[in-house]
């Protein structure tokens, strides 16, 4: 499982977390060492002057009655016995491991410090001058050290600051997301309008060389159909005045005339399909349809006495595709099929819930294709010769793998296990 985020927006929050949180922790440890230890310890430094000066007596240690008497009005400083101490609240009082060991440096010998929090914060320490008392500092001013508002406080600031982050980045990041989607547009064969130039130096330079790529390939697309149409235009004209020429022949040509005019046919089916590749129905809107309807239709066109189509419509839901376009992908399946194998065809459509797409495959009997020749068949110009023959121009699953990719989808060419070929087209159940 993947912990760290792949995407730049994702690593730019977590590396502003991570040092607001090392910041965060500094600061935190500095105020302890540089404000709040020196507080402390100028603290005790204080309170073990004043247990000094109660016992003053350093060769025997008594106490002076009028000393602690005064000590006790002017500072509320009061030394108990042992028992006397339990009875005014040393029994609950929490143990100082490391206050009582400072204490036992600054007055020079083993000192023991207890800390009780009721009304009033109390102090109380075991003096080493006169080990079988207790006394007891009331700190007014002074409450057991409590860094929870502290760290609420940093927490806050860094929440504050990483919301701050992500929408400084998510801004940042809204230009790639932009480009993102209109280079998938241009990838399926659309062209956006030229995108916004804003944002970073960075990111405006990669949008200008965006903009210039996909001016320059639309420019490109343009040419090519011009230039196909020139080319399909100039090729038809001769080919019609050949086939007026062959009307005139005498009837002893009559088997010249019918080779020429199949030849006609299939440098005008060849034509066709030179301008269905180009064109791939690009500029059709997408609509909601239901396939089972569309191959419905189709295959009730493509019927015909010799062989028998089969479909096997499943429960799906519609889908986004351009008609005419997915129209012409079932009409070459089946044709293909038909002409590749001798037996009945059959087509199925269903719906894949992982993938979140539905599919239609048409399956047939034929001889099928070499698993190493599957792949190169969806190249341009390119036929099954050794499985399934060399008619055509070798652009019909070339046409029909452009336009499920324009679809976003997925074309599978797989032989069955029984015989035959099976092509399963998949079709996302709503276009990104």
Same mark, same amino acid.
């Given at each position: 499982?993947?912990?760290?985020?792949?995407?730049?927006?994702?690593?730019?929050?977590?590396?502003?977390?991570?040092?607001? &949180?090392?910041?965060?922790?500094?600061?935190? /440890?500095?105020?302890?060492?540089?404000?709040?230890?020196?507080?402390?310890?100028?603290? +005790?430094? &204080?309170?073990?002057?004043?247990?000094?000066?109660?016992?003053?007596?350093?060769?025997?240690?008594?106490?002076?009655?009028? %000393?602690?008497?005064?000590?006790?009005?002017?500072?509320?400083?009061?030394?108990?016995?042992?028992?006397?101490? %339990?009875?005014?609240?040393?029994?609950?009082?929490?143990?100082?491991?490391?206050?009582?060991?400072?204490?036992?440096?600054?007055? *020079?010998?083993?000192?023991?410090?207890?800390?009780?929090?009721?009304?009033?914060?109390?102090?109380?320490?075991?003096?080493?001058?006169?080990?079988?008392?207790?006394?007891?500092?009331?700190?007014?001013? &002074?409450?057991? @050290?409590?860094?929870?508002?502290?760290?609420?406080?940093?927490?806050?600031?860094?929440?504050?600051? =990483?919301?701050?982050?992500?929408?400084?980045?998510?801004?940042?990041?809204?230009?790639?997301?932009?480009?993102?989607?209109?280079?998938?547009?241009?990838?399926?064969?659309? !062209?956006?309008?030229?995108?916004?130039?804003?944002?970073?130096?960075?990111?405006?330079?990669?949008?200008? @060389?965006?903009?210039? %790529?996909?001016?320059?390939?639309?420019?490109?697309?343009?040419?090519?159909?011009?230039?196909?149409?020139?080319?399909?235009?100039?090729?038809?004209?001769?080919?019609?005045?050949?086939?007026?020429? $062959?009307?005139?022949?005498?009837?002893?040509?009559?088997?010249?005339?019918?080779?020429?005019?199949?030849? #006609?046919?299939? %440098?005008?089916?060849?034509?066709?399909?030179?301008?269905?590749?180009?064109?791939?129905?690009?500029?059709?809107?997408?609509?909601?349809?239901?396939?089972?309807?569309?191959?419905?239709?189709?295959?009730?066109? +493509?019927?015909?006495?010799?062989?028998?189509?089969?479909?096997? @419509?499943?429960?799906?839901?519609? =889908?986004?595709?351009?008609?005419?376009?997915?129209?012409?992908?079932?009409?070459? &399946?089946?044709?293909?099929?038909?002409?590749?194998?001798?037996?009945? #065809?059959?087509? $199925?459509?269903?719906?894949?819930?992982?993938?979140?797409?539905?599919?239609?495959?048409?399956?047939?009997?034929?001889?099928?294709?070499?698993?190493?020749? #599957?792949?190169?068949? !969806?190249?341009?110009?390119?036929?099954?010769?050794?499985?399934? /023959?060399?008619?055509?121009? *070798?652009?019909?699953?070339?046409?029909?793998?452009?336009?499920?990719?324009?679809?976003?989808?997925?074309?599978?060419?797989?032989?069955? +296990?029984?015989?035959?070929?099976?092509?399963?087209?998949?079709?996302?159940?709503?276009?990104?």
């Amino acid at each position: 499982m993947r912990i760290l985020p792949r995407s730049a927006f994702g690593q730019t929050i977590l590396l502003i977390g991570i040092l607001l &949180l090392i910041n965060q922790a500094i600061t935190l /440890g500095s105020i302890m060492v540089y404000i709040l230890q020196p507080n402390s310890d100028q603290i +005790e430094q &204080l309170l073990a002057k004043q247990i000094r000066v109660i016992f003053i007596e350093v060769d025997e240690p008594v106490l002076s009655a009028s %000393m602690v008497k005064a000590f006790q009005q002017e500072t509320g400083i009061n030394v108990y016995t042992e028992q006397d101490a %339990m009875e005014q609240g040393l029994r609950g009082a929490i143990y100082k491991e490391i206050a009582s060991r400072n204490m036992s440096n600054l007055l *020079g010998g083993p000192a023991e410090v207890r800390f009780t929090q009721e009304d009033d914060f109390l102090y109380w320490v075991r003096p080493p001058q006169a080990p079988e008392y207790w006394v007891k500092i009331p700190l007014n001013s &002074l409450e057991e @050290a409590n860094y929870t508002p502290l760290v609420i406080v940093l927490m806050i600031l860094g929440g504050l600051s =990483v919301i701050g982050g992500w929408l400084v980045v998510r801004q940042l990041n809204r230009p790639l997301k932009a480009l993102q989607s209109a280079a998938h547009q241009v990838g399926r064969g659309a !062209f956006p309008e030229p995108l916004n130039e804003h944002g970073t130096t960075e990111i405006v330079a990669v949008t200008q @060389a965006f903009n210039h %790529m996909s001016k320059g390939i639309k420019q490109l697309e343009e040419d090519r159909n011009l230039l196909m149409a020139g080319i399909s235009h100039d090729l038809r004209t001769p080919l019609t005045r050949i086939r007026l020429a $062959t009307e005139m022949m005498s009837k002893e040509d009559e088997f010249l005339k019918e080779g020429i005019e199949g030849d #006609i046919d299939d %440098m005008n089916t060849i034509i066709d399909q030179f301008i269905d590749y180009i064109r791939h129905d690009s500029k059709d809107t997408m609509e909601l349809i239901d396939l089972n309807v569309l191959i419905g239709e189709v295959v009730q066109a +493509e019927s015909n006495i010799d062989r028998i189509i089969t479909f096997e @419509a499943g429960n799906i839901p519609k =889908v986004p595709v351009r008609y005419v376009a997915i129209k012409r992908v079932v009409s070459n &399946l089946i044709q293909n099929a038909l002409r590749y194998s001798d037996e009945d #065809i059959t087509l $199925t459509s269903g719906i894949d819930t992982a993938s979140q797409s539905v599919y239609f495959a048409v399956c047939d009997s034929g001889p099928g294709i070499p698993e190493t020749d #599957i792949d190169r068949l !969806f190249q341009p110009f390119t036929q099954g010769d050794k499985a399934r /023959g060399t008619e055509g121009s *070798g652009l019909g699953l070339a046409i029909i793998k452009r336009i499920v990719d324009t679809h976003s989808g997925k074309i599978v060419l797989s032989n069955r +296990e029984q015989g035959g070929l099976s092509a399963k087209v998949s079709l996302p159940l709503q276009q990104p």
